[in-house]
């Protein structure tokens, strides 16, 4: 005893125990749980198992410290017979909800599986294994969770960064159909699957593309899976567009449009032609700037498409190099460019207007394509015509000639456009013939002139450029 103890008579106190959770003593919520869960044992208010006023009960007891206590009465419930699924599944989330909170995730693997098959609840559910995966240390298993999650929701926070160093650890540049579940519950990775995953091709706001081997007809195919997150039922307008896309491009049927080859709503899976041989904005990237015929014979197989196209109602407003594809090595004889992704393609209205004619009357709203390769018109957000894909059309020609965009990006941004932006460089043109120069810059000032209605038809337009084609070909056969 101290000095001051002895002085003042006071007696050294016991260190304090640790904290403990309140001891219950029949709390109300408890009784009123066990009532319930005894009637539903017995078959009765089997419609309260999920009610507000349980859930209130059950975060009651949270709220006033008996953690413990209220999920193990989330387990009761859950576990009463033939219990409604929907009651269950809502359960089961507030459960796993509590066990992250207090760190017990290792009770709730089962009910997170569980979950993992309900498309409102699989990204979270994937997330929350992943999760408890990589703290265990079994990088496999985190791995497969976090690539489940991109499948549902691309955007879904701190997952692509997971996903990517999880990769780079393994040595895996992209997932296989082995090490990644995304589309597998739709598509089939096992025996008896028509369609086997390969690999990831890339992903978008939409889908996931994959490389897979069609069983049935022995060839590579490109599979599209929808997202799962978009089948859910708020999502039906989304799902019913992505359909709609992949119908209309199925029907153009022309030879400069990727093909689709198979649909099945139900599967949220779109089979399409492969293309094997990259994108233009890969060529481009790899082995520059095209020849000036070689670019003319580009141009006219991307007119011929948006020509297709247009005469049935459809603006693509995203026409690109990163759109724009090969069946094989674009270098080889006979290989022909394809237009690709209609993701935000305009449609022809219920009635059957093609995009001008519904459009007309319409006030202007946001802004949908690339920005680079944006109209003036459509990146001030006004209704698409088929000449915003023509501007398009005379970017991407630009770019084929001269290996750059005709705007810096500071000139980009400004957003002030010229059609003497498109002039070709003197370089480009250099041992030309003068009068096909002369048409070529004129064809591009007509693709890109800033007054939509001094734009041609594209009809027009496919007509110039099959006559810049044939003036080509001629000063190089004489």
Same mark, same amino acid.
């Given at each position: 005893m101290s000095l001051w103890s002895r002085w003042f008579g006071k007696k050294p106190t016991a260190a304090a125990p640790p904290p403990s959770e309140?001891?219950?003593? %029949?709390?109300?919520?408890?009784?009123?749980l066990e009532t319930l869960t005894t009637a539903c044992g017995d078959g009765r208010r089997l419609d309260e198992l999920a009610a507000v006023d349980t859930l209130a009960h059950v975060d009651g007891l949270w709220q006033r410290g008996h953690e413990r206590l209220a999920t193990e009465w989330l387990e009761k419930l859950i576990a009463v017979p033939d219990a409604p699924a929907a009651a269950i599944t809502t359960l089961r989330a507030r459960l796993v909800d509590r066990l992250e909170a207090r760190h017990e995730l290792e009770r709730g693997v089962g009910h997170?599986?569980?979950?993992?098959?309900?498309?409102?609840?699989?990204?979270?559910?994937?997330?929350?294994?992943?999760?408890?995966?990589?703290? =265990?240390?079994?990088?496999?298993?985190?791995l497969r969770h976090y690539e489940a999650v991109l499948a549902r929701d691309v955007d879904y926070p701190n997952v692509r960064a997971r996903v990517e160093r999880l990769r780079a650890a393994r040595g895996l540049a992209a997932p296989s159909a082995g090490e990644t579940i995304a589309g597998a519950d739709v598509v089939g990775v096992g025996a008896g699957a028509r369609y086997?995953?390969?690999?990831?091709?890339?992903?978008?706001?939409?889908?996931?593309?994959?490389?897979?081997?069609?069983?049935?007809?022995?060839?590579?195919?490109?599979?599209?899976?929808?997202?799962?997150?978009?089948?859910?039922?708020?999502?039906a307008e989304a799902v019913e567009r992505f359909f709609a896309e992949a119908r209309l491009m199925a029907s153009l049927r022309h030879p400069n449009v990727v093909a689709v080859l198979d649909l099945e709503e139900k599967s949220r899976r779109?089979?399409?032609?492969?293309?094997?041989?990259? &994108?233009?904005?890969?060529?481009?990237?790899?082995?520059?700037? %095209?020849?000036?015929?070689?670019?003319?014979?580009?141009?006219?197989?991307?007119l011929s498409a948006l020509a297709a196209a247009h005469r049935r109602g459809v603006v693509h407003r995203d026409l690109k190099p990163g759109n724009l594809m090969f069946r094989r090595d674009p270098d080889q004889a006979g290989v022909e460019i394809m237009l690709g992704d209609f993701g935000v393609a305009h449609l022809p209205d219920a009635h059957g207007a093609t995009g001008a004619e519904a459009s007309r009357g319409k006030p202007a709203g946001e802004a949908v #394509?690339?920005?680079a390769y944006m109209s003036p018109d459509q990146r001030r957000g006004l209704p698409p015509v088929p000449a915003d894909d023509l501007y398009a059309a005379a970017v991407v020609l630009f770019e084929m000639l001269t290996g750059r965009h005709p705007w810096s990006r500071e000139q980009l941004m400004a957003g002030a456009r010229s059609a003497e932006d498109f002039r070709l460089p003197p370089a480009v043109l250099a041992g030309v013939d003068p009068a096909l120069a002369a048409a070529v810059d004129a064809? =591009?000032?007509?693709? #890109?002139?800033?007054?939509?209605?001094?734009?041609? &038809? &594209?009809?027009?337009a496919l007509a110039e450029a099959l006559a810049l084609r044939a003036h080509a070909i001629a000063i190089d056969a004489a």
């Open positions: 309140p001891a219950v003593l %029949r709390d109300e919520d408890d009784a009123w997170l599986q569980a979950l993992t098959a309900v498309d409102a609840h699989a990204a979270r559910a994937h997330y929350l294994l992943a999760e408890h995966y990589r703290k =265990l240390g079994d990088d496999g298993q985190a086997r995953l390969v690999r990831e091709l890339g992903r978008g706001a939409t889908g996931v593309v994959y490389l897979a081997r069609d069983a049935e007809l022995e060839r590579d195919v490109a599979v599209k899976l929808l997202h799962p997150h978009l089948a859910a039922a708020g999502q779109l089979v399409l032609e492969l293309a094997a041989g990259g &994108t233009l904005r890969d060529l481009l990237r790899e082995r520059g700037a %095209r020849t000036l015929r070689r670019g003319i014979e580009r141009h006219v197989q991307i #394509g690339t920005l064809h =591009l000032a007509r693709l #890109g002139a800033i007054d939509v209605a001094a734009r041609p &038809t &594209t009809d027009a």
